[in-house]
């Protein structure tokens, strides 16, 4: 059970309250911005919360056990500090919010209601809708690593090993004329085959967005993206293009020669397989090795 200070309890009491809602947002990288829905700048524990940013929380489904508790915080990009480019990019997904009650009329007269961590966050045009994840919900996340026949690696990343430079799964082109924001002609990258960067990145203007095909036509590349920019990008704007990688090991082999550092198991028997009683001479299952 939450205790609530005598002095705040006394204010809530009061006929004309002073209480006021406080949001301190911490990103993964240590930035943190406070924001309330006070009409003028409340200072508290070290941060200036400011009235840029309107929230409106859902209400909130608490367990009393360590079931996760879920809610919704939606807003307007009213505040030039939380940028669109940082919420396409993911920036704030991951981070930490805590929810605070206040008398604004003496801040140090307040209590925390909540701590949660930001979900997922979606947007349409200046509107933000962040899901808060109870913290109970780090005890759902899977630890270890999973036997697949997918590589769990991230491409390019330590376990992975490609250079991605220097191995040409990362080139730099420009925006050209006839672009929108889910379908981007680029120039000076037309050598890749068909596809070569589905699954992969699009780097533009602090822009980030998941390509879903390209092909080359009349020398220029044509890269769509699973979802639209948040804003049209350019022409001549400068575009970085990632290869996907589909976690295959036919692709770790073939595409980027990578198969000694391929992350999963590829060579893993089915359940048809494990279960499948063995016969001396049969071609698919004698009771020798799977892989020679």
């Not at 140090?108 to 045009?125: D, F, N, P, S």
């Amino acid at each position: 059970m939450r205790t609530v200070p005598p002095g705040l309890a006394a204010r809530a009491g009061a006929q004309a309250t002073t209480l006021a809602t406080c949001w301190r947002l911490t990103r993964a990288d240590g930035t943190v911005l406070g924001f309330t829905d006070h009409d003028r700048v409340l200072t508290f524990e070290g941060t200036q919360f400011r009235p840029e940013l309107g929230f409106e929380a859902s209400a909130t489904d608490l367990a009393p056990d360590f079931a996760t508790g879920t809610s919704e915080a939606a807003g307007i990009l009213a505040s030039d500090r939380i940028a669109e480019a940082d919420l396409a990019a993911g920036l704030w997904d991951g981070g930490r919010v805590e929810i605070f009650l206040v008398d604004w009329q003496a801040p140090e007269h307040r209590m925390l209601l909540r701590r949660a961590v930001i979900g997922e966050v979606t947007r349409a045009g200046n509107a933000f809708r962040a899901e808060l994840r109870g913290l109970a919900h780090l005890l759902d996340i899977p630890q270890g690593r999973v036997f697949s026949h997918l590589c769990d690696a991230d491409l390019g990343d330590g376990r992975c090993g490609v250079d991605l430079v220097a191995g040409g799964f990362r080139l730099e082109g420009t925006v050209a004329a006839g672009s929108n924001a889910r379908r981007l002609k680029v120039d000076g990258i037309a050598g890749p085959p068909r596809d070569w960067f589905a699954g992969g990145r699009l780097e533009v203007g602090g822009l980030v967005g998941e390509v879903v095909s390209d092909r080359v036509e009349e020398g220029l590349r044509i890269v769509e993206l699973m979802t639209p920019l948040v804003r049209q990008v350019a022409e001549g704007a400068p575009v970085r293009l990632t290869a996907g990688c589909d976690k295959r090991f036919a692709s770790c082999r073939e595409k980027f020669s990578n198969a000694l550092n391929f992350q999963g198991f590829p060579h893993m028997p089915g359940s048809e397989r494990v279960l499948a009683y063995p016969s001396r001479g049969a071609a698919e299952n004698d009771g020798g090795a799977l892989v020679r």
